[in-house]
């Protein structure tokens, strides 16, 4: 495994799939924040000087004549019924002129980034929003693409979880409530036109959608109760730190350099089931570029061959293993598949990683279902986990669904 090359393979997006993603792997490190706070969720608020920051590289020692179109799309990540000038303000599409070079790194690759809003590109209406980059002389080809919000922030939104749940007392799950305040917000009827989203430390696979509240009192509408907003509880992630090429971070077993790439393996991870709950302060599953040996970690941080094993006491049938977080865009992918090898009795993959500070973990998928469980981590009713709700109108005379309010909350705090 020490020997592994990884070579560019170009892939093709599917038009109907609005998941934030990589198709050509000469890019890596995509991350969509929002700007000025790096650990929120990507959402910004309609007419306001927030924005989205996104960046990546190309593995080149060239730049590429890159451009971004954006598509408005539903609750479900469906593009909406609108055309470009009812969502935005000028033309669908810009050059992304802001790049530099890697330094003294010995991948070479260029880090591209860019804002919106900015002044060629504003939102008229709020709602989902997927951002579509290309290369300029092929519009078509779809090389990456990432999914982010605009909301109205017209309704408040309160949240609450416990382990205190339906099901079971302070054992493996946690319940999630909330409370929208329309305000002064109209809704023409609050049992049916509105849809609420919920989803846990940005997990697309077992999010839940609510159509229905359990009542309405004047302004205030409830949802709990529901046996769909029960989570599993899971576990803290994991976390390495390959910021030190020359040197050994947290998780790094060893660091060597086999041409043309550094080589980072890590301590075997082990199955979690039966361990006491034990608390560590993560980033909710998403990733930091960081170097400590560069000036700007941007350019200057290396890409390093991360080998993951797991020890699992065998091979686990009727299922796949998965490595999840940010950095594998919470999809389960060939390229976060974790492989059994019999002649160690371990699970492996090997990732092309930047420097920096990774959180994961591991999810079965079971044969025949999309949606991963804690069966390797473990559920500790304790676990800090990040929920994020999500509300959505659409009364029967629109034709797009208006993203009106959010909240966050966090279990175990």
């Known amino acids: 495994m020490l020997l592994t090359v990884f070579f560019p ?17 000469r890019f890596k490190s995509l991350q969509v924040k929002l700007d000025g706070n790096d650990y929120f969720p990507p959402i910004i608020t309609l007419n306001s000087d927030s924005k989205i920051r996104i960046s990546f590289d190309e593995l080149s020692d060239e730049r590429s004549y890159l451009r971004y179109s954006i598509i408005h799309c539903n609750a479900d990540w469906t593009p909406s019924n609108l055309v470009e000038s009812e969502y935005l303000e000028g033309f669908n599409y810009a050059d992304i002129e802001e790049y530099k070079f890697s330094i003294g790194t010995l991948c070479h690759y260029v880090h591209y980034s860019f804002s919106i809003p900015n002044d060629k590109i504003q939102f008229r209406v709020s709602g989902n929003y997927l951002v ?31 382990s205190r749940t339906d099901i079971d007392y302070n054992r493996e799950h946690q ?12 809704i023409r009827n609050m049992y049916s036109d509105l849809k609420a989203y919920v989803s846990q430390n940005s997990r ?30 899971g ?108 002649s160690t009795g371990l699970y492996y993959t090997d990732m092309l ?45 629109s034709r797009y669904d208006r993203f009106i309010g959010f909240g966050i909350t966090f279990s175990g705090k």
């Open 353 to 397: 990683l930047k420097q920096g500070a990774y959180n994961y973990q591991y999810l079965y998928v079971p044969d025949g279902s999309r949606r991963g469980y804690y069966s390797i981590e473990g559920n500790k009713y304790q676990t800090v986990n990040e929920y994020l709700v999500r509300i959505y109108h659409r009364d029967p005379a």
């Open 204 to 233: 697309i696979d077992n999010e839940v959608i609510i159509e229905r509240p359990l009542m309405v009192s004047g302004k205030r509408i409830t949802y709990d109760h529901d046996k769909r907003l029960i989570f599993e509880a």
């Open 132 to 162: 579509k980059i290309y290369a300029d002389d092929e519009p078509d080809v779809t090389l990456l693409q990432a999914r982010f919000y605009v909301c109205e922030n017209a309704v408040s939104v309160g949240t609450s979880v416990t």
């Open 235 to 342: 576990n803290e992630f994991r976390r390495i730190e390959t910021v030190a090429q020359h040197g050994i971070s947290m998780g790094v077993e060893s660091m060597e350099y086999h041409h043309p790439y550094y080589h980072a393996r890590l301590f075997t991870d082990r199955m979690r089931t039966e361990d006491n709950y034990i608390y560590d302060k993560t980033q909710m599953g998403r990733f930091t570029i960081r170097s400590s040996e560069a000036n700007d970690s941007d350019n200057g941080s290396e890409y390093i061959i991360t080998h993951f094993t797991l020890d699992t006491g065998g091979k686990i049938n009727s299922g796949k293993i998965y490595i999840n977080g940010e950095f594998t865009n919470n999809m389960f992918t060939p390229s976060s598949l974790m492989k059994y090898d019999p």
């Open 9 to 25: 393979a170009k892939g093709e997006i599917a038009e109907e799939d609005t998941r934030t993603q990589v198709a050509d792997s």
């Open 175 to 186: 319940q999630v409530s909330f409370i929208v305040d329309t305000k002064e917000y109209s």
